[in-house]
């Protein structure tokens, strides 16, 4: 897998708040269509929490 700070993410995703490969891929597919942020669509469709979402915004202020 490539190291750039997008598939970092997707690994944070998945291994640190344990979403599934198919969730994240609901997701992706979504920001096609809407034009969103992944963690919006993430929430707007209820794969994550208020407390991941914040974890997720968290990670960014990290990059």
Avoid: C
Wanted: charged share 25%; net charge negative; glycine share 4%.
């Amino acid at each position: 897998m490539l190291n750039t700070p997008y598939a970092k993410f997707l690994r944070f995703l998945h291994e640190d708040l344990d979403l599934s490969h198919e969730s994240i891929a609901i997701a992706e597919r979504s920001i096609k269509k809407q034009q969103g942020p992944l963690p919006m669509i993430l929430w707007q469709y209820g794969l994550v929490t208020l407390e991941q979402l914040d974890r997720i915004y968290e990670r960014f202020e990290e990059i």
